[in-house]
């Protein structure tokens, strides 16, 4: 199983950015996936979530109206759409699999990070 995340980088408070996640080596279109992220000196914090199918999602309420997530299953890719980024969502977001829809941080396979940082 490899979850590959890309799309981070330093922005400014109010910027976009789009992060993407290409999976391999598991049948993706069967798995609900998520972003979760994690800034530095804090635990992993929930982000979204989508279900296999694309027709569920859950968000957090930090990001819920900001941000959107989006999967193309013929692409075996999840993407993330952050937009009015403010300092608080500096973290490294990791992308995640797994059998169950959750709006939580228990999934079962996990990509490597990808750092975002916003300056205000």
């Known amino acids: 199983v490899q979850l590959q995340a890309s799309g981070g980088g330093s922005v400014q408070a109010g910027d976009s950015l789009r992060l993407s996640c290409s999976a391999s080596?598991?049948?993706?279109?069967?798995?609900?996936m998520a972003w979760i992220r994690q800034a530095p000196g804090k635990e992993r914090e929930f982000v979204a979530s989508?279900?296999?199918?694309?027709?569920?999602?859950y968000y957090a309420d930090s990001v819920t109206g900001r941000f959107i997530i989006t999967r193309d299953n013929a692409k075996n890719t999840v993407y993330l759409q952050m937009n009015s980024l403010n300092p608080e969502d500096t973290a490294v977001y990791y992308c995640?699999?797994?059998?169950?829809?959750?709006?939580?941080?228990?999934?079962?396979?996990w990509g490597q990070g990808t750092l975002v940082t916003v300056s205000s």
């Open positions: 995640a699999a797994s059998r169950v829809l959750t709006a939580g941080t228990g999934y079962d396979y």
């Open positions: 080596g598991f049948s993706f279109s069967n798995y609900a």
């Open positions: 989508i279900r296999s199918s694309g027709h569920r999602k």
